[in-house]
């Protein structure tokens, strides 16, 4: 059998993978759909809540009052559709990988989702409602703050991400020090580095003041510590289980 005899099964498994996950976002988006406007109302929320008395949002492109809660359902579709896509991705990578491979992506993966949802969760109910009341109070007397909603859906997704993203800090970390890419004593020395690196990241990510500037930049360097002391007991535990 040559080459492209042997990667015909597998192409195959991907697509049907890939048909399935595609499928499975569908079903999700369909259940969703119904409650388009309810889900951006939840995820305006934060920002409605610090707006003063009788404040609201506009839209002041003509599809955005369409679009934007589509958009939205897309997202919230996504993440409800996450658990049903990483295994489907699980089952296609899964029979190639060793048995200790395994039980490294296992936890990984399925740790680096609740990391990422906590990420989003900390800047909902924490960041968002901090940044709006921030930005709201140094508005000009005289100025009517009434946020677009497809620039807000934008400014709320970028948030999310950053967030999420940096709430995987502690997997990196574990992953790189785990594989032996780096070791413990080389991330110890980049400390410094990372926690200037997370204050210019909380710099581009977030709006310019010093509050939500700290509310990345902190929770990603505390979760740079707690990879490294993850890391540390992993290798223990190996150590442990060799003697």
């Known amino acids: 059998m040559n080459t492209t005899e042997s990667l015909i099964p597998h192409l195959i498994e991907l697509r049907s993978r890939m048909l399935r996950i595609v499928i499975?976002?569908?079903i999700a988006c369909l259940l969703l759909l119904p409650f388009a406007g309810e889900i951006y109302q939840l995820l305006a929320t934060p920002l409605l809540q610090s707006l003063p008395l009788g404040g609201q949002m506009v839209a002041t492109d003509v599809t955005?009052?369409?679009f934007v809660p589509m958009k939205a359902v897309l997202v919230a579709a996504f993440m409800l559709a996450a658990p049903y896509t990483l295994y489907q991705a699980w089952a296609f990578i899964?029979?190639?990988l060793y048995l200790n491979e395994?039980?490294?992506i296992t936890p990984l993966v399925l740790t680096s989702f609740l990391l990422f949802l906590c990420g989003m969760a900390f800047a909902y109910f924490l960041v968002f409602p901090v940044v709006f009341s921030f930005i709201i109070s140094t508005a000009p007397d005289g100025v009517a703050v009434m946020t677009d909603i497809g620039k807000?859906?934008?400014?709320?997704?970028t948030l999310f991400i950053a967030f999420g993203l940096a709430f995987e800090v502690p997997v990196a970390v574990v992953l790189l020090a785990v594989t032996g890419v780096v070791s413990i004593a080389w991330l110890r020395e980049a400390r410094p580095y990372v926690i200037v690196g997370a204050f210019i990241l909380g710099a581009i990510f977030t709006?310019?003041?010093i509050i939500s500037q700290f509310m990345l930049a902190v929770p990603l360097w505390l979760l740079y510590e707690a990879g490294i002391g993850i890391s540390i007991l992993l290798q223990r535990n190996r150590l442990a289980i060799k003697s």
């Open 152 to 157: 807000y859906f934008d400014f709320a997704m």
């Open 64 to 66: 955005a009052p369409f």
């Open 207 to 209: 709006p310019p003041d």
């Open 102 to 104: 395994r039980r490294l």
């Open 24 to 26: 499975g976002l569908l």
């Open 94 to 96: 899964a029979p190639g």
